[in-house]
């Protein structure tokens, strides 16, 4: 889609963080915006900045792990605009990982519901409508962690992410529906995704009693260090604006990451044991 203006973006997580920033940047391009996200109070907030780039700005409180709240948002949009022709499913969560080799299924649950039936609800709800108008694109937000080593609800979720988002792509242009997919991959973006346990139900609350180590302490200090010191938001909403005109599928923000990829591609085509660092080291 090269020209924006006057169309209808829908994005969820759009409360804070690389969500608010696409709302900014599309808002920019003319094009009506639909604010997804969990937190009402925060979402005002965004929507009174978002509305002052002079488009229409919509909000709508949605936990996107919940199929009949998206089903709500997809009503609202169309109701409102009577279309939709961008979709960025951005809403996530980082959950929290166990010492040892611990399991918290509700973790686990709650991280999944929301990285990957989030995008799987924003699928089904947005898609019929842009593939009978013939046009629109699907921005989906993975991450670096969906292709390095990780044994957390996190990281299986952004690898699930990557994998149906590049099939969604292949379908989509298989079946010549005018719908295009992006892949959003960031590596260290400024957000505050390792605070996102404020909005962890009470359901999937940690263990009672249960007192991290140290040295998980320091690895969840570094992870805030690095997105602290990482990519603007602003500056990936650009990298999703280009994508989304230039039909690109890959996005990726870091490079430096993408290059230590080539080692397990490298073990792939040879057939060799994959070295054993991962995303954090």
Same mark, same amino acid.
């Given at each position: 889609?090269?020209?924006? *203006?006057?169309?209808?973006?829908?994005?969820?997580?759009?409360?804070?963080?690389?969500?608010?920033?696409?709302?900014?940047?599309? !808002?920019?391009?003319?094009?009506?915006? &639909?604010? *997804?996200?969990?937190?009402?109070?925060? $979402?005002? %907030? !965004? &929507?009174?900045?978002?509305?002052?780039?002079?488009?229409? &700005? &919509?909000? !709508?409180?949605?936990?996107?792990?919940?199929?009949?709240?998206?089903?709500?948002?997809?009503? @609202? @949009?169309?109701?409102?605009?009577?279309?939709?022709? $961008?979709?960025?499913?951005?809403?996530?969560?980082?959950?929290?990982?166990?010492?040892? %080799? =611990?399991?918290?299924?509700?973790?686990?649950?709650?991280?999944?519901?929301?990285?990957?039936?989030?995008?799987?609800?924003?699928?089904?709800?947005?898609?019929?409508?842009?593939?009978?108008?013939?046009?629109?694109? /699907?921005?989906?937000?993975?991450?670096?962690? =969906?292709?390095?080593?990780?044994?957390?609800?996190?990281?299986?979720?952004?690898?699930?992410?990557?994998?149906?988002?590049?099939?969604?792509?292949?379908?989509?242009?298989?079946?010549?529906?005018?719908?295009?997919?992006?892949?959003?991959?960031?590596?260290?973006?400024?957000?505050?995704?390792?605070?996102?346990?404020?909005?962890?139900?009470?359901?999937?609350?940690?263990?009672?009693? @249960?007192?991290?180590?140290?040295?998980?302490?320091?690895?969840?200090?570094?992870?805030?260090?690095?997105?602290?010191?990482?990519?603007?938001? *602003?500056?990936?909403?650009?990298?999703?604006?280009?994508?989304?005109?230039?039909?690109?599928?890959?996005?990726?923000?870091?490079?430096?990451?993408?290059?230590? $990829?080539?080692?397990?591609?490298?073990? /792939?085509?040879?057939?060799?044991?994959?070295? @054993?660092?991962?995303?954090? =080291?």
């Amino acid at each position: 889609m090269k020209d924006l *203006s006057g169309r209808t973006a829908v994005i969820t997580g759009a409360a804070s963080g690389m969500g608010l920033a696409f709302a900014h940047r599309f !808002a920019r391009e003319g094009m009506n915006v &639909v604010l *997804s996200d969990i937190e009402g109070p925060r $979402l005002d %907030e !965004a &929507v009174s900045e978002v509305v002052t780039h002079g488009t229409e &700005v &919509v909000a !709508a409180v949605t936990d996107v792990a919940d199929a009949a709240d998206v089903d709500r948002l997809a009503a @609202t @949009t169309l109701e409102r605009f009577g279309n939709v022709h $961008l979709v960025c499913n951005n809403a996530g969560v980082a959950g929290s990982v166990v010492d040892g %080799e =611990g399991v918290d299924l509700a973790n686990w649950k709650w991280v999944i519901d929301v990285n990957l039936w989030g995008v799987i609800h924003g699928h089904r709800a947005f898609l019929p409508h842009m593939i009978d108008q013939g046009e629109g694109h /699907i921005v989906n937000t993975a991450s670096m962690a =969906g292709h390095f080593p990780g044994h957390s609800a996190y990281s299986a979720s952004k690898w699930a992410v990557v994998g149906i988002t590049h099939g969604l792509y292949v379908q989509m242009a298989q079946q010549g529906t005018g719908v295009g997919v992006s892949c959003l991959c960031p590596g260290w973006v400024d957000t505050a995704i390792a605070d996102s346990d404020r909005n962890r139900p009470e359901w999937a609350a940690p263990p009672a009693l @249960t007192e991290p180590s140290a040295a998980l302490e320091a690895r969840w200090q570094f992870v805030r260090d690095a997105l602290a010191n990482g990519m603007a938001p *602003s500056a990936v909403a650009d990298l999703v604006h280009d994508a989304v005109v230039n039909e690109q599928f890959w996005i990726f923000t870091d490079p430096a990451m993408v290059a230590v $990829l080539a080692d397990k591609h490298d073990s /792939i085509m040879g057939n060799r044991n994959p070295a @054993t660092g991962g995303l954090l =080291g």
